[in-house]
């Protein structure tokens, strides 16, 4: 038996506009460019991947299923740019086959650098995902698959206010120098946690890993011609999927949504793979393999053994590090000066609402906002300055002619804001 969980990033960050030293209004992101961006990826992925897998779980009768994590930034900007957008997640939410994940709401390095905003925008997450799709998530992916012992000490500490165990579980990424001999196709668990923070689970806290290799089949591979397995079609990825019978239970398929339509554009096949996926995966083995959703494994396979991550791990670039967000000094700058400003917006806040100036109030409220939307991982990403295939990668995504001018823009708008904290 094979169960196929499929897990789908969608973000968007709000990308800032070319700010100068001579620059001095508080108006730092590129509206028109997020929202023709947003109209751009909607037309190409999520509207007809979603209407997709919406016709998928309805042909198959339920048994296909899904899982998003989907960040507070692209929701806002699909529920000011794309509203339809909402419209096709909240029905394939309706349809029951389908999680939703939690994360942070702005796609930060927060657990790096602020626990307390951290669990902030872990919280804002679930109400907006809650708000939106009906649902509170059970189970958590950080930011970019971002993945320590750490975290999952802090996930496994984390409570609802009744009491209970915020999460299952959490995604990250499985790399072969911590997994050893070992599969990625099982549930696994971090190593042992306090025992508070256990004694009231039914289950331990459970680990899904990333199966990256066949996740990238598709997400990087599919299109590549040069690749010795392409054309990629369905029922060759579903017996590679059949495989792993004997080496574990699980097929765990990670990737950007974007995958569909955006990275792999339409003409490379990539729909009519997605279309026939489920069938195929069916077919090579009738009632044997099944799709699922990261909390349904959780509450169905136990652990079979420790993942242990002392250093950070991610899904990004060869490393599978933090290289992509902290491998320069412009980076590490960048992210220092950033988590700095915090404590002064926040004691502004505090300051504004015991002042009852309603006016003080609403700008340290948008202070704050800004300065959360300038957290999102994408801006010290573009700052990377790595070379060849990974580079390649970051200067694809990047709007910037070079790290540098990444670099620079960013720090402009921090001396802005600095500003305006010293005037509220």
């Given at each position: 038996?094979?169960?196929?969980?499929?897990?789908?990033?969608?973000?968007?960050?709000?990308?800032?506009?070319?700010?100068?030293?001579?620059?001095?209004?508080?108006?730092?992101?590129?509206?028109?460019?997020?929202?023709?961006?947003?109209?751009?990826?909607?037309?190409?992925?999520?509207?007809?991947?979603?209407?997709?897998?919406?016709?998928?779980?309805?042909?198959?009768?339920?048994?296909?299923?899904?899982?998003?994590?989907?960040?507070?930034?692209?929701?806002?900007?699909?529920?000011?740019?794309?509203?339809?957008?909402?419209?096709?997640?909240?029905?394939?939410?309706?349809?029951?086959?389908?999680?939703?994940?939690?994360?942070?709401?702005?796609?930060s390095l927060s657990f790096?650098?602020?626990?307390?905003?951290?669990?902030?925008?872990?919280?804002?997450?679930?109400?907006?995902?809650?708000?939106?799709?009906?649902?509170?998530?059970?189970?958590?992916?950080?930011?970019?698959?971002?993945?320590?012992?750490?975290?999952?000490?802090?996930?496994?500490?984390?409570?609802?206010?009744?009491?209970?165990?915020?999460?299952?579980?959490?995604?990250?990424?499985?790399?072969?120098?911590?997994?050893?001999?070992?599969?990625?196709?099982?549930?696994?668990?971090?190593?042992?946690?306090?025992?508070?923070?256990?004694?009231?689970?039914?289950?331990?806290?459970?680990?899904?890993?990333?199966?990256?290799?066949?996740?990238?089949?598709i997400a990087f591979r599919?299109?590549?011609?040069?690749?010795?397995?392409?054309?990629?079609?369905?029922?060759?990825?579903?017996?590679?999927?059949?495989?792993?019978?004997?080496?574990?239970?699980?097929?765990n398929l990670f990737m950007?949504?974007?995958?569909?339509?955006?990275?792999?554009?339409?003409?490379?096949?990539?729909?009519?793979?997605?279309?026939?996926?489920?069938?195929?995966?069916?077919?090579?083995?009738?009632?044997?393999?099944?799709?699922?959703?990261?909390?349904?494994?959780?509450?169905?396979?136990?652990?079979?053994?420790?993942?242990?991550?002392?250093?950070?791990?991610?899904?990004?670039?060869?490393?599978?590090?933090?290289?992509?967000?902290?491998?320069?000094?412009?980076?590490?700058?960048?992210?220092?000066?950033?988590?700095?400003?915090?404590?002064?917006?926040?004691?502004?806040?505090?300051?504004?609402?015991?002042?009852?100036?309603?006016?003080?109030?609403?700008?340290?409220?948008?202070?704050?906002?800004?300065?959360?939307?300038?957290?999102?991982?994408?801006?010290?990403?573009?700052?990377?300055?790595?070379?060849?295939?990974?580079?390649?990668?970051?200067?694809?995504?990047?709007?910037?002619?070079?790290?540098?001018?990444?670099?620079?823009?960013?720090?402009?708008?921090?001396?802005?804001?600095?500003?305006?904290?010293?005037?509220?």
């Amino acid at each position: 038996m094979a169960t196929v969980v499929f897990y789908f990033q969608v973000h968007q960050p709000f990308r800032l506009r070319r700010y100068s030293v001579f620059d001095s209004d508080p108006f730092y992101f590129e509206d028109a460019k997020n929202g023709a961006i947003a109209e751009k990826v909607a037309d190409k992925c999520y509207r007809p991947t979603t209407k997709l897998l919406l016709d998928l779980v309805r042909r198959h009768e339920g048994n296909f299923r899904v899982s998003f994590a989907i960040t507070g930034t692209v929701l806002d900007q699909f529920e000011k740019y794309t509203p339809d957008v909402i419209g096709l997640f909240q029905d394939l939410a309706e349809t029951g086959c389908c999680e939703f994940v939690g994360e942070t709401y702005y796609h930060s390095l927060s657990f790096l650098y602020s626990r307390p905003e951290f669990e902030e925008q872990v919280e804002m997450h679930s109400k907006k995902v809650e708000n939106l799709f009906g649902q509170r998530p059970t189970v958590f992916r950080n930011t970019e698959l971002i993945y320590s012992n750490e975290l999952a000490a802090a996930l496994a500490a984390m409570r609802n206010p009744d009491g209970t165990p915020r999460f299952k579980g959490s995604l990250c990424e499985g790399t072969d120098a911590l997994l050893g001999y070992r599969s990625p196709n099982y549930v696994y668990k971090p190593p042992a946690v306090a025992e508070s923070l256990t004694k009231d689970r039914d289950k331990p806290f459970g680990l899904l890993l990333k199966n990256f290799r066949l996740s990238d089949d598709i997400a990087f591979r599919f299109s590549n011609r040069g690749w010795e397995e392409w054309p990629l079609s369905a029922e060759k990825f579903a017996q590679w999927v059949h495989q792993i019978n004997g080496d574990g239970y699980l097929c765990n398929l990670f990737m950007d949504y974007e995958t569909f339509g955006e990275h792999q554009w339409a003409d490379t096949g990539i729909f009519q793979f997605l279309d026939k996926l489920p069938e195929a995966i069916f077919d090579v083995a009738p009632g044997e393999n099944h799709f699922a959703t990261p909390s349904e494994v959780f509450d169905r396979f136990d652990p079979v053994g420790e993942y242990d991550v002392h250093e950070y791990i991610s899904w990004a670039d060869s490393e599978r590090d933090l290289t992509a967000w902290r491998g320069n000094a412009m980076q590490w700058n960048a992210l220092e000066e950033i988590y700095r400003m915090e404590s002064s917006i926040k004691d502004r806040i505090v300051e504004a609402k015991s002042s009852g100036d309603s006016t003080r109030a609403e700008h340290a409220k948008y202070l704050l906002e800004d300065w959360r939307k300038l957290t999102t991982s994408d801006h010290f990403y573009y700052m990377c300055t790595k070379f060849w295939a990974d580079g390649d990668v970051h200067k694809y995504f990047s709007p910037y002619d070079s790290p540098y001018d990444g670099y620079i823009n960013f720090m402009n708008v921090l001396d802005n804001m600095r500003t305006r904290i010293a005037k509220v």
